[in-house]
């Protein structure tokens, strides 16, 4: 509801006044009469909606009071991560349980004594306050271990993606300028690939054998392994390192990997301000408590996995369960394993768990609560009947962001709500788009932005407020990539907002839904893809062909399958030539994209459809889909199993629809 159609409550204030002052009626007369008058003119149509949505809307204002609560402390006192940390373990006790992995159970005192290890490790080699230590690894307990002594060292962590192989993990290396990087035993041929050992040529790089890293080895001085890493850990104290002055409340705790919504991926900054920010928000929202466990078998190195999983442990003592690699047909035994109670999801996760194979253990479990972003409504409903999981948490909010939103009330495919009685001062927004340009709409009058209705897709955005910590936007390392997602004059001269890149709608009662996104990125099995990464790679092996990629729906799949075009003369192109180019194709991202980056389909035609200024049109081609019957342009399936790409048939086609093969 917008503040317009509030309108009405304007004039019930002023028909009050006006029957208390002007025609002396006694205070109750005035304002039954008011209240008449209010209801016919409109007003009904609010306090339907105020009824409606009153519970939720407290609801929603008890979380963000006790998110401001927390962020705000943390602002005015200034305390630095390691101080929280040691907080809560005070709290709740060194013996504590904090993680199982695997076979491993360590308490809290165990991983604070190893993180102090690594923390004096780091600082004995040089490392000063401010410098950057790459942590190439999968998800274990050395993981958080490795990460929080390094910020208690003041060093900051930058999380790269172990998908990442060739030219697109260089890229990331080379964005920050670390001193020192730690690789996980089952990523070394990946760094070794890269020539990684002479980029370190300073021997500040370590193998770490994350199975060896054992909750023991907290308090020993004997090596776990002949790992490196595990090496040196080994000889270091886990006495406690200098303590950290307290600065500006800001510090930078991760560097987190997004492509966001345009470009190459970038280094986001993640400070302690807006890790309490998010991890508050999934707390309350969904009513986390310490005596819960959480099995988190995403990836640790995103904003879901990081800081609203791991948060839970770091900020409030709830125990974690910690999968290396996500496993549909283990996840339901690992949590009947762990006695877990919350599970993180992503979307696509929940539709890998559907399609296996019904069995005992798909309720013999403990969960109440599953919570994660990008869950469809279809989806959200089957998880639910088939798992019986009584809570859904959906939450949304991008990892460079000052935009983050959950729903409390487990609405059935919204992402969150604005509550009605903030509706005019609540900093997010929904702003009108031009689909073809990819611009906000603005008023010719004015030269400000449109807000949209309900029901009408647009943008959304987040006020930007630098002395508000709940506000400010910390964006990307890179300034001017930060400086593009900044928009301007939105909705009065020299107002800032960020730009999600994310298009909504939101129903009359508030309740916000995805659509789609903006920009040259699209998400895939969870992970965002960068078009211009992959259109990259493409015209490195085809530099005189025209290449347009993007993404499109394939139904029963979460996100979008990405899809590369290209423009050739397909009628003069013989059919050897179009095969030669299709094997060539499949070489060249297979070696230099991560799977979920690879194309999924592929589509030669004569020409792109651009803008009068040469831009390449994306939204007709995304709009087609990938339909043969529709197009006489020549399309192509990734066979993941022939390890090549084949003609799309009509056959094929259908069973893409039926689920048959799975994408």
């Not at 600065?247 to 991760?254: C, D, F, K, L, T």
């Not at 280094?267 to 998010?278: D, E, K, L, N, S």
């Not at 078998?297 to 879901?304: A, C, E, F, Q, R």
């Not at 910690?322 to 006695?339: E, L």
């Amino acid at each position: 509801m917008t503040p317009k159609e509030l309108q009405p409550w304007h004039t019930f204030v002023l028909l009050l006044l006006v029957q208390w002052i002007f025609f002396g009626d006694c205070l109750i007369v005035a304002l039954f009469k008011s209240y008449v008058l209010y209801l016919i003119v409109g007003g009904w149509k609010f306090q339907r909606l105020f009824f409606l949505t009153i519970r939720r809307d407290l609801k929603g204002l008890r979380c963000l009071g006790m998110i401001l609560y927390h962020t705000y402390h943390q602002h005015f006192t200034k305390e630095n991560f390691a101080e929280i940390f040691q907080r809560t373990v005070k709290k709740h006790g060194r013996l504590s349980t904090a993680i199982y992995h695997e076979d491993q159970v360590w308490t809290l005192g165990d991983l604070d004594a190893y993180s102090n290890k690594v923390a004096n490790h780091l600082i004995s080699c040089g490392l000063k306050r401010g410098d950057v230590i790459f942590m190439l690894m999968q998800p274990s307990a050395a993981y958080l271990g490795i990460w929080l002594g390094a910020v208690k060292a003041g060093i900051i962590p930058g999380l790269l993606n172990y998908n990442l192989r060739n030219a697109s993990l260089t890229r990331c290396l080379d964005e920050l300028d670390a001193k020192a990087i730690v690789v996980g035993n089952r990523l070394k041929d990946a760094f070794v690939e890269i020539d990684g050992e002479a980029k370190y040529s300073n021997g500040m790089f370590w193998y770490v054998d994350e199975d060896s890293s054992r909750p023991e080895s907290a308090f020993s001085n004997e090596a776990s392994s002949t790992g490196t890493w595990n090496q040196v850990i080994a000889k270091s104290s886990w006495a406690p390192p200098p303590k950290l002055s307290r600065m500006n409340g800001r510090e930078r705790i991760a560097y987190l990997y997004t492509s966001g919504t345009t470009g190459f991926p970038k280094a986001a900054i993640i400070t302690t301000p807006r890790f309490i920010y998010m991890t508050s928000g999934t707390r309350y929202g969904f009513g986390i408590r310490a005596s819960d466990i959480i099995y988190i078998s995403v990836p640790l190195h995103h904003t879901l996995g990081l800081i609203c999983g791991v948060g839970q442990l770091m900020l409030h003592g709830t125990c974690l369960a910690i999968r290396s690699k996500f496993s549909a047909s283990q996840f339901w035994d690992d949590c009947i394993k762990y006695n877990c109670t919350v599970v993180q999801y992503i979307g696509e996760l929940c539709r890998f768990l559907l399609a296996q194979p019904p069995k005992p253990t798909d309720t013999m479990h403990r969960v109440r609560l599953a919570y994660g972003n990008g869950l469809r409504k279809e989806t959200w409903i089957q998880f639910q009947n088939r798992f019986k999981v009584p809570e859904i948490g959906e939450l949304f909010g991008a990892t460079e962001s000052n935009t983050s939103i959950v729903n409390c009330d487990q609405t059935v495919g919204a992402i969150g709500f604005i509550p009605l009685c903030m509706r005019s001062s609540y900093p997010i927004y929904i702003i009108k788009m031009n689909e073809t340009a990819d611009e906000p709409i603005r008023d010719p009058a004015t030269g400000l932005c449109i807000e949209c209705g309900p029901n009408e897709v647009g943008q959304i955005v987040g006020r930007i407020n630098e002395n508000n910590p709940s506000r400010s936007y910390d964006g990307y390392l890179n300034r001017d990539e930060s400086e593009k997602k900044v928009l301007r004059d939105v909705f009065k001269k020299g107002d800032q907002w960020f730009a999600s890149g994310d298009l909504l709608y939101y129903d009359e009662l508030g309740y916000l839904f995805f659509s789609d996104r903006v920009g040259d990125t699209f998400r895939w099995h969870g992970e965002n893809v960068s078009t211009s990464e992959v259109e990259a790679v493409l015209m490195k092996e085809f530099p005189d062909t025209g290449i347009n990629v993007y993404g499109v729906l394939v139904p029963g799949t979460e996100g979008r399958a990405g899809m590369a075009a290209f423009e050739v003369d397909i009628k003069s192109m013989t059919t050897e030539q179009e095969q030669l180019m299709v094997a060539k194709i499949y070489s060249s991202t297979e070696k230099a994209l991560p799977p979920y980056a690879r194309p999924q389909f592929l589509r030669f035609c004569a020409d792109f459809e651009m803008t009068n200024t040469f831009k390449l049109l994306k939204r007709g081609l995304m709009k087609s889909g990938f339909d043969p019957t529709n197009t006489k342009d020549h399309l192509y399936i990734l066979d993941k199993q022939s390890k090549c790409y084949v003609p799309l048939t009509e056959s094929i086609y259908q069973d893409v629809l039926s689920g048959a093969i799975r994408m």
